[in-house]
């Protein structure tokens, strides 16, 4: 059932309890299962109807369904069992023992032969366990309390318990907005219309009492106000709907052409249902009478956040979402506001176009490519990190010969042709043009350089004003928009027009589609201030409203698609931004602080789920999309136009802004700076071209997610790696830094309270203030670092040594084990992003931990098969994938306890896992040393791959293969015994390849830094390497000696894992085949591993061979 049909169930339920149709309210919530009435519940125990009671429980769970279910259901029964014993009518009490108890004999045969044995005492109290029981009201009231808390910690309950908020009569309330809306379409409004049935649609009767057409079947809409309304139904029917107050007219959807959401949108809060879109179905108020009653729903509640759902309370895995506010915050705007650090406003780049920007779109995932439209018809696409304008194309018709007679007689009238959007697919390997005459060309993205042509449409007579992508169907198509008052829909790969849809009377200005659940469909603006909104298929428009200004408006949703945005301007030059109220078709809140009268058409943008952007008065201009002052205004250093075109990348972190003079800024917070300055390193150190190389940090580590090497998925927050300004000189590249001595690094092995045989697994904490270790003995370790004098943050660092934590009552975090060694389990683990609980497994079970009790809050899934690696779903805190050593791969979600999917593709057992929330896939990795790719839609497998194992390396039975993927969310890393890899997703391709040395050691471990631009590794050897993972070249290398005593830098002790902070970037540990844990840094003098050679040794030739090894550093130029 669709998330419509639950809220209309909930409105029924409503309208059904205020007109005190008690047993049907109750049937309902039992049949539907959407709302577990606990008042109602407790109603009937404490009445002790226990018919009833099973049955209203009937809907919502079984007694197999999951261990809470069945305690649920023992206890009703025992209770019902006990009170017959205690009624001394034996007869009912064994119909109670065979018929209701029995089923729990399977269970525990033990307890149903004690329940079996009170039927022969004269007083069942006479048990020992029962000697307290009291009389039946006290009973039941006790039992009630332990219900209650087994029905709240069900997963099958979650959400069920709280009835949502609603304003009185709801139901109520829509039908009267619906009859408002139906007498506005009359062809002859009278006053005081007389409401008799709500069966067929309102039409007011003609003069001579023969009806009005219906405008049901009328494809275009009206919307000219109406002379006269109809009073509320309470005045001609039986509904007395609550007032409620007017809200905002809608006065106008504002955004602009280049203010189509990015193209990756999640679904939103907007209420949609097929086959028609329910936020369009409510009414504008009528302008001409202000006397309509408008009946306004709770527009509270529809901008609130969906929680995440989770398994109970007590094992809840969502994350710890926190307010935020920002001081400056002020009436007015011509106040000093403090600029929030997340907003970009440092000039960064000045990039001259050669012609006036018109429009400017980011790549959606290579986020430093910038795609500009210029006024001449001209292309560029610059790599904003290297400042290097990668391609630059002038307008030209492909084929004219194919062109319609009046595109080529106005090219011959006017040759000169502008761009008036670009704009990139959701993928990045498409991107569209729309141009002032006609013709809207797509072109194919293969990177670099490589843009070639895919099609060209002949799209519209006169301009082609808006161009977006959408997938109606799951078919990728392009949207149009033009001055002939139309808008079309092509399909992206043929070019064959799939829908038209007319119905303005004005050109055409802009597009913003969407889409809800299964629902697609687009807003489009025309140039008489119409909005109107189009489902795919061909049966019209579903609305007609006025846009303030009604001239140049557009719209978008924030990038998480929950909430609509619109911004336009007016001819006379007045300026607005607005929020809407889906769910009400009203306007939420007005934005304030636009210049009077704005020289030109304002455009505006959305980024982070938080701020609203506009050029304006030469400025930008900022908003919190929560207050509606203005935030501040940044003038970017000057020379901006008057109404600058202006946008964000996907993640916020740059925004290109048009100047004068033909140039672009690209403006940049410190994740872009970061960003930028990597990228620029890498063009620098490449002899290809930047784009051509491996992307080193394409999405800000502030908000990436990177799915950890040990099976942990977390949100990297403040990542701050240490930036060296370094000159763009290729000659000045990093060289071979050997660490032999402890006093080259900073090196602490961790205090140990108990001794562990090895350290299997190792984790820092995503609050980076602690490390959690899993031994081969199935015992969790914990460190805490303290926050002190010495420490004011209470991070980790190895300059001060951490407490080993357990809770006061002692208990350690062990996992379940086989009958078998322990020592021959293959042990995994995956940390909450919450740092509150850990799901492990060593072989038996997988538990569930609580990290600050260290209790156990649940087992499930017992072997065979055995677990062998664990991830949560980097989107959803309730799906987990579990690899398992029989080669399958289960996708298990916790909340109802189920596998909804088992992938079957490796041939041994899993021993990586990996998402990207970017391609929506899952990388797995095997000890069979394949690699497959498998969509997290359907979790088809979309392809898969043998590692490629170097020239003359042997490889053990049961190699272990892992996967990891790159900040980028794109490209990923694989480690081997014999290589280091980074491997492109969406080909399964090897970019680059670092093969160990036959005579070397083999790897153990690796994992990327926090920004993904080191690659810390460990080695049989006992050697710890760390590698630039942009080119896999060797920077630096820390030898036993560095960090192990002399007792045991000659034994066999080596590296088992390695685990990278979350937020420092030059800070790892390591786990150790004897139990220790050390924790590395830098020296605070060096700052980095590895140091920048002096200019006159620093030769590009002296370090393009890589050392093995194990080498010595004569050895150097041997690889």
Not at 704 to 709: A, D, E, N, Y
Request: aromatic share 8%.
């Amino acid at each position: 059932m669709s998330s419509l049909s639950r809220e209309l169930v909930f409105l029924i339920l409503q309208f059904l309890d205020e007109e005190k149709f008690k047993e049907t309210v109750h049937k309902l919530e039992q049949e539907s299962g959407f709302f577990f009435n606990m008042k109602y519940f407790e109603d009937e125990v404490h009445n002790g109807n226990w018919d009833e009671v099973e049955r209203y429980l009937s809907g919502f769970t079984k007694v197999d369904d999951n261990r809470y279910s069945m305690k649920i259901f023992f206890e009703i029964r025992k209770q019902k069992y006990l009170e017959a014993l205690d009624k001394h009518d034996r007869p009912k009490a064994v119909e109670i023992l065979v018929k209701d108890l029995k089923v729990f004999s399977t269970f525990n045969e033990e307890l149903f032969k004690e329940i079996t044995q009170l039927l022969t005492l004269e007083n069942f109290r006479e048990n020992e366990q029962l000697s307290k029981y009291g009389d039946t009201k006290s009973a039941r009231a006790i039992m009630l309390v332990e219900l209650k808390k087994l029905i709240e910690a069900n997963p099958l309950f979650r959400d069920k318990l709280q009835f949502p908020t609603l304003r009185n009569s709801r139901l109520r309330t829509l039908i009267n907005q619906s009859l408002n809306w139906q007498h506005q379409l009359c062809k002859n409004p009278r006053p005081n219309p007389d409401i008799k049935t709500l069966f067929v649609d309102h039409s007011c009767r003609l003069p001579n009492d023969a009806r009005a057409p219906s405008p049901v079947n009328n494809p275009l809409l009206g919307s000219l106000p109406k002379a006269g309304g109809f009073p509320p139904l309470g005045a001609h029917g039986p509904f007395q709907p609550t007032p409620s107050p007017v809200p905002t007219p809608l006065a106008g959807w504002m955004s602009s052409p280049s203010s189509v959401p990015h193209p990756a949108v999640s679904g939103g809060a907007i209420a949609l249902g097929a086959p028609s879109i329910q936020a369009l179905k409510h009414p504008r108020t009528p302008p001409t009478n202000s006397a309509v009653d408008y009946p306004s729903g709770d527009s509270d509640h529809v901008s609130k956040r969906t929680r995440p759902m989770g398994i109970s309370d007590e094992v809840s895995l969502g994350v710890n979402m926190l307010p935020m506010t920002f001081p400056g915050q002020a009436h007015g705007h011509n106040q000093t506001f403090k600029v929030p650090d997340d907003l970009p406003k440092t000039v960064a780049r000045t990039l001259s176009q050669g012609s006036s920007p018109m429009s400017m779109d980011f790549h959606p995932i290579k986020q430093t490519l910038l795609l500009v439209g210029t006024n001449v018809g001209d292309i560029g696409l610059w790599e904003v990190g290297s400042r290097e304008r990668l391609v630059q194309k002038t307008f030209k018709v492909w084929d004219l010969s194919k062109c319609s007679m009046p595109l080529q007689a106005a090219l011959v009238k006017e040759p000169v042709v502008s761009v008036n959007r670009v704009i990139w697919s959701p993928d990045g390997s498409l991107f569209g043009v729309a141009y002032s005459r006609h013709i809207v060309q797509l072109y194919s993205y293969h990177g670099g350089e490589d843009m070639r042509q895919h099609l060209e449409i002949d799209a519209h007579v006169g301009g082609v004003n808006d161009i977006a992508f959408s997938t109606p169907n799951k078919q990728l198509c392009v949207t149009t928009c033009g001055d002939d008052k139309t808008i079309k829909v092509w399909d992206a790969a043929t070019g064959v027009k799939r829908h038209t849809f007319e119905g303005h009377e004005a050109p055409v200005y802009s597009i913003c589609p969407h889409y809800k659940e299964n629902i697609q469909f687009i807003f489009s603006t025309a140039l008489d201030g119409k909005i109107k909104a189009w489902l795919y298929d061909n049966m019209g428009s579903r609305v007609d409203y006025e846009a303030p200004g009604r001239w140049c408006t557009t719209m978008a949703y924030s990038a998480d698609g929950t909430r609509l945005f619109s911004c336009g301007t007016s001819k006379d030059g007045e300026s607005f931004i607005v929020e809407w109220n889906e769910s009400e078709g009203a306007v939420k809140r007005t934005y304030q602080g636009f210049h009077k009268r704005s020289l030109g058409v304002v455009q505006f943008d959305t980024t982070k789920n938080r701020y609203l952007a506009a050029g304006d008065d030469f400025s930008i201009k900022f908003w919190d999309m929560d207050t509606i002052q203005l935030l501040t205004a940044i003038d970017a250093d000057g020379g901006l136009q008057a109404s600058p075109r202006i946008r964000f990348n996907k993640e916020g972190s740059l925004l290109a802004v048009s100047a004068n003079d033909n140039m672009i800024k690209v403006m940049a917070n410190s994740d872009g700076l970061r960003l930028l300055h990597t990228v620029e390193n890498l063009s620098s150190e490449s002899s290809k071209p930047a784009i051509k190389s491996i992307p080193v940090a394409e999405r800000p580590a502030s908000v990436v997610s990177i799915p950890g090497m040990n099976g942990d998925s977390r949100n990297m927050v403040d990542v701050k790696p240490v930036i060296t300004e370094e000159s763009n000189d290729k000659s000045k590249v990093w060289k071979l830094t050997e660490l032999g001595e402890p006093s080259q690094c900073r090196s602490l092995r961790l205090p140990e309270n108990m001794r562990a045989t090895k350290i299997s697994r190792l984790i820092f904490t995503n609050s980076g203030n602690a490390i959690l270790a899993l031994a081969s003995n199935a015992i969790h370790l914990l460190w805490k670092w303290q926050r002190n004098d010495r420490n004011a943050t209470g991070k980790a660092t190895a300059s001060l040594p951490p407490q080993q934590w357990q809770p006061a009552s002692g208990i350690l975090m062990t996992n379940d084990v086989v009958e078998t060694n322990p020592e021959e389990a293959v042990p995994c683990f995956a940390l909450s992003k919450n740092d509150s609980y850990v799901m492990s497994a060593s072989g038996g079970k997988i538990s569930l931990f609580n990290m600050m009790t260290f209790k156990t809050m649940a087992t499930f899934m017992p072997p065979p098969p055995a677990a062998t690696f664990l991830a949560f779903h980097p989107q959803d805190n309730n799906i987990i994938a579990i690899g398992m050593d029989d080669s399958t791969i289960q996708i298990y979600n916790v909340r109802v306890d189920e596998v909804k999917s088992k992938l079957k593709g490796h041939s041994k057992r899993i021993t990586g896992l990996a998402f990207s929330n970017v391609l929506n896939v899952l990388v797995s990795s095997g000890a069979d040393a394949q690699l497959c790719v498998w969509n997290t839609d359907g979790w088809e497998k979309q392809k898969s791959k043998v590692l490629q194992i170097p020239q003359g390396r042997s490889t053990s039975a049961l190699s272990d293969t892992r996967v990891q993927f790159h900040q980028d969310q794109v490209h990923f890393l694989v480690v081997h015994e014999t290589q280091l890899a980074i491997y492109e997703t969406t080909k399964l391709e090897c970019m680059k390849q670092w093969p160990v040395r036959e005579s070397s050691a083999p790897i153990t471990h690796a994992t990327f830094s926090c920004d993904s631009q080191l690659i810390y590794t460990s080695f049989m050897d006992a050697t710890i390497c760390v590698f630039s993972s942009a080119n896999l070249r060797l920077r630096c290398r820390v030898n036993p000696s560095a960090y192990l005593p002399a007792s045991l830098s000659n034994s066999n002790v080596h590296p088992l894992v390695i685990a990278a902070h979350p937020q420092e970037s030059n800070m790892f540990a390591v786990g150790l085949s004897d139990g220790g844990v050390h924790i590395f840094e830098p020296l605070e003098s060096e700052g980095k591993w590895g140091v920048a050679p002096p200019p006159e040794n620093g030769s590009a030739s002296a370090v393009t061979a890589t050392p093995s090894v194990g080498a010595s550093a004569s050895d150097q130029a041997q690889r």
